[in-house]
T-cell receptor
Framework: ETGVTQSPTHLIKTRGQQVTLRCSSQSGHNTVSWYQQALGQGPQFIFQYYREEENGRGNFPPRFSGLQFPNYSSELNVNALELDDSALYLC????????????FGSGTQLSVL | EDQVTQSPEALRLQEGESSSLNCSYTVSGLRGLFWYRQDPGKGPEFLFTLYSAGEEKEKERLKATLTKKESFLHITAPKPEDSATYLCAGVSQGGSEKLVFGKGTKLTVNP
């Protein structure tokens, strides 16, 4: 059973640039969620994808967007990066209709300079 | 607005010194209360899900309990390898499986 994998592990960007983060979900899981974790804070929900459709969104602006592919892998795109976007971005997969248990990847640490 | 508050923010224990972490929540129509462990530079690792008041779950030195307003994570005779940040999260009825997390409790167990 393969776990949730994210790439890249670290990324440095400058303000105004765009970034794409990638996630491969755990085998058998059809739902992917993205969370942002600022230093010293708990993860905050960005959005969730189920069967390639967005299935819920948190309080994040439209410059945060995502995709889910037929193999259930996913991308998080952030346009017009701001300094406050510096954080650990976590991807989690789950099996909808199960017990809502999320399996997290190790995250992508994004630094915006 | 759904909210989860954890206390204390940080806790230092000696090896073998038992204690409890608190998680209070205001989540409308709570569907489940989750506990995760997070090591530095890693993603959260699932520990427990609790669904109804009075429910208890155990795993090694950890026991999680749930009331109508809060949850406790009891740590019995902790070891240095239990050092981590412990996160509590709630999910409400309906809609997506959006977890609302607290800020976590950073636990340090000294040998």
């Amino acid at each position: 059973e393969t776990g949730v994998t994210q790439s890249p592990t670290h990324l440095i960007k400058t303000r105004g640039q765009q970034v794409t983060l990638r996630c491969s979900s755990q085998s058998g899981h059809n739902t992917v969620s993205w969370y942002q974790q600022a230093l010293g804070q708990g993860p905050q929900f960005i959005f969730q994808y189920y069967r390639e459709e967005e299935n819920g969104r948190g309080n994040f602006p439209p410059r945060f967007s995502g995709l889910q592919f037929p193999n259930y892998s996913s991308e998080l795109n952030v346009n017009a990066l701001e300094l406050d976007d510096s954080a650990l971005y976590l991807c989690a997969s789950s099996e909808t209709g199960g017990d809502e248990k999320l399996f997290f990847g190790s995250g992508t640490q994004l630094s915006v300079l | 607005e759904d909210q989860v508050t954890q206390s204390p923010e940080a806790l230092r224990l000696q090896e073998g010194e038992s204690s409890s972490l608190n998680c209070s929540y205001t989540v409308s129509g709570l569907r489940g209360l989750f506990w995760y462990r997070q090591d530095p530079g890693k993603g959260p690792e699932f520990l427990f899900t609790l669904y109804s008041a009075g429910e208890e779950k155990e795993k090694e030195r950890l026991k999680a309990t749930l009331t109508k307003k809060e949850s406790f994570l009891h740590i019995t005779a902790p070891k240095p390898e239990d050092s981590a940040t412990y996160l509590c999260a709630g999910v409400s009825q309906g809609g997506s499986e959006k977890l609302v997390f607290g800020k976590g409790t950073k636990l340090t167990v000294n040998p």
